[in-house]
């Protein structure tokens, strides 16, 4: 089974040296000294390694088992959750008010993104409860907040989304569960909810789900929704847990991957709920969560693929076959490492300078969360909010090609389950369904985030990339390499959000059309941008003369091939949204 | 679970309007008329979707089972294989001299992209035996194909190639396995094979491996590998079934898909083979068996791509949820079916051209091979020598794509088993691995198909799409939408042959770095190429007054969305080509 190591060189390279945390402005950020990264990197990769790394596969091959009501996950998962617990990860970047550390969202990514790539499916228990601590922290009242938030943040309890329902999913405003308002304020929350991941399980005294339901009076569609905290056993006025609650799991879904989670069908028979936030405003309050959440699984997407990376790149050392066209390179031995052949290289170059620039685009997300929240930066807020569809959505959709692509390094060994690449690539390929599919992401790129503010946001990304090509114009090395791609992707991003403007107005088709092309269109060109500033900050190091100068150089080589094999792709989407709808919705629907 | 359709007006289209079969010279094409082929097809797609399709997912969930030596296959698969010997599939293309039918590898090819969009797995048992009895009747003696060949084409008995080891995939000159010759004539083979697809199960009376191993005498390498035939039962002078031979199935295999057929790790103790042709010439025998064998992947790349297709419109045309961007379509209903939303039909017309254009390539390939075999034709021979690589890559890759944007429109519902679509997904993988993973199919492009015998072959395709774009350059539709694309593509292929020719000897590395692209390159310059003869055969149709002008209308809407939206990719494979080496290269292995 594939071993994992943090890549923690790398994510310090990020932090102290592209984007240099320690003098942010940011509250939070000067805490975060290289030495103390450090060793917050070191803590969580020793126990991704050590003990979630191992588990993996067997969470894959067990799954969780739903007997008499009761989900039992599976053998070890018990005790890693106690240490996850011990260690107080989940609290890191949570408030201290409620038993958190308080570092910034940042870090918390980071150290995300290690535990994710040791046991996806096992972190996806804390990262609900993260996320529904998320919710109940913004627009939660006083009450609710000091009742449920100290024993989530600590992982005594665990926490959920509840969205979809069998007839619904992107369309919520079809959802037929029902919240009865009852004397004591509380509300009868009835209704079936699936697709409910950490539904239920056994690595935590209570469960704390939030529900979406409709309550009486709220109006058609998506209007009438209301968020509801409903927890698997009630909670006594003095914290101490009472009785169980009118909800249970009535299935586990079969699923193609991340078997160690339990994605439950969850079935409501007049349970007792509470309101978080206003009545009526559920979907408002749902979607102040969705940019952390989507940025999660937009690492999810990359940290997977980081994981199926780092075998791949084992296997292709160890594993003869064959012999180096220029020339034996093992001559003693009786073929080649696969690593000598020029098409193995070039597909671990496309891995390798995806995940970095992805992982440097997802901390570029978690830091304007930290500037929205800890700075009250509306910028950074606005900007958040049009790359979330772009990082949720390429991350994931390039993270699961980069995962099929480690797969495929083994060969036939990558088929077969005794490898471990098939868990992978069948892990990885859920990020690109939940928390809103990606064609999803797309329509709400072109059709709410291009457009908002009166296109701001995306002024100022184009701003962004030309102040950083005008600044770094005397650096000859960048700019030959780095930053006339750069110029060229970033006009091909802008001809596209032209098109749109041009034609969107009279006809949504010919934006709605290009959607997805315009989400890789943008992903690519983000990319660009981040290896351009990671490259400028290796160039840098090695003139100031680093001490690791082949690292250093690495970098550059990296960015290079990103820079001249994968972001010319942008001229494709472009020419594909240019096509505009006519070829796209030619055909009437019976011709399908 | 997802019901399946033969495709059966598209099959004919092909084979009558495009390629005008019956009109061929090629010897048993003139039997093939619109008649025959339509009653062969119906029934084909009876057996298809009434016995194979409702038993695939069946055989994905209970897989075959290893107990005490033997294995069983998943519930339904005797009874199914029963109607498949009894009507007589098998056959259908092997020589009537061994009990086949003698008709064309072309109508083969149709009817088992029909089988294996129903039932990939279960197809497999056919489908090694198919390969199999090729192997006996181009390198077999008289008396191994009269003892063998009747028993294989009716399906009495079974075939395997038996190749891997554990040690040695592609670098087959690596193999141990060992063949000690024996005083009567025969051999006994020592050695473990593995990812032996069908190598054992209970569908047939005995089986019969192809395994390459080596004698003494034959020097080291590919050069020391001599091809065996080693039957499971002995058989005795009369053709009756004599003592189990020292050889067995030690372990089947966990793999992501295909469950419903027994990959297996094969033992040989001392197992009683014989030669099948020259001693020592083993891997020439197997290379002859390649196109063919090659030829079944591709097609099992879009044979998948068009059972998941078909699930994935009936889904986007069932589902409801939201609303289209033009104003309600279903006004009277909760929500519009998902099919008005302009990135699914995206999502739909990326496969619907890819898996027609597939179609029509796999079955030039198959007229191709009918050309070499039954005209001699040299042309054609090399011809499809060229195009193995491109059918089998391209078509794996991509198939998988769409696959895999299949299950995307199922959104959640696509990652839970029960929809099917995860089984397709999991189907699919395979194709891009076996009978060469597609990076060595590149290599074999770029490496040796595009050199051989001074390029000539290359160039005959160029001279191919020169001679079409003139033929119809009074066709202004079709020169418009299709000519003018396909020129563009065809001037890419060009260019990136010649960056080959110019770097490639002075640096292999250069060639190689770009062998993948070059073979996506190659893949959608002859899917243009195909379109555009589909095109011109359809607006034909129209001009000459078609019985069904929305079908053929369709046909032409098809095409225009592949030249516009999936063909333009020629030019971003070339500019990955021509940035050479130095970027895929540029790291030491230890950087990685």
Known sequence: MPAYTAPAKDIQFLLHEVMQVSASPVPGYAELDADTTAAILDEAGRLASEVLAPLNAVGDREGCRLENGVVTTPAGFKDAFAAMKDGGWNGLDLPEDYGGQGLPYL????????????????????????????????????????????????????????????????????????????????????????????????????????????????????????????????????????????????????????????????????????????????????????????????????????????????????????????????????????????????????????????????????????????????????????????????????????????????????YIEEWGMSQFARDARIAMIYEGANGVQALDLVGRKLAADGGKPIMAFFEMVKTFIKENADNAALDRDFLEPLKAASKDLQAAAMFFLQNGMKSPDAALAGSTDFLHLFGHTALGLMWAKMARAAMAALAAGTADPAFHQTKIATGRYYMARQLPATRLHLARIESGAAAVMALAAEAF
């Open 107 to 414: 870090i918390g990514s980071a150290v995300g993104e290690i535990f994710v790539s040791a046991n996806m499916a096992f972190n996806m228990y804390q990262g609900l409860t993260h996320g529904a601590i998320g919710a109940i922290l913004a627009h939660g009242s006083d009450a609710l907040k000091a009742t449920y938030l100290p024993k989530m943040v600590s992982l005594d309890w665990t926490g959920t989304m509840n969205l979809t329902e069998p007839h619904c999913g992107t369309d919520l405003g079809l959802i037929r569960t029902r919240a009865e308002p009852q004397a004591d304020g509380s509300y009868r929350i009835t209704g079936q909810k699936i697709f409910i991941s950490a539904g239920d399980h056994d690595l935590a005294e209570n469960i704390i789900h939030l529900v979406l339901a409709k309550a009486p009076g709220g109006g058609e569609g998506t209007r009438g929704i209301s968020l509801f905290l409903v927890p698997k056993f009630l909670v006594n006025a003095d914290g101490s847990l009472g009785a169980r609650n009118a909800l249970g799991a009535g299935k586990i879904e079969e699923k193609m991957g991340i078997h160690g989670n339990a994605t439950c069908v969850m079935n409501y028979d007049g349970a007792t709920g509470y309101l978080v936030g206003e009545l009526h405003k559920g979907m408002r309050n749902m979607f102040t969560m969705m940019n952390e959440a989507r940025l999660g699984v937009g690492l999810q997407g990359y940290a997977v693929a980081e994981a199926a990376y780092q075998a791949a790149v084992a296997y292709a050392k160890d594993r003869l076959q064959g012999r180096a066209v220029t020339g034996a390179a093992n001559p003693a031995g009786p073929a080649d490492p696969l690593i000598v052949h020029p098409d193995i290289r070039r597909a671990l170059m496309d891995q390798k300078s995806f995940i970095e620039g992805a992982r440097a685009l997802t901390f570029w997300g978690a830091e304007l969360i930290d500037r929205a929240h800890r700075l009250g930066d509306a910028g950074a807020e606005s900007m958040i909010s049009l790359m979330t569809p772009v990082i949720k959505g390429f991350l994931t959709d390039k993270g699961f090609d980069s995962t099929i692509q480690a797969q495929q390094v083994f060969g036939g060994h990558g």
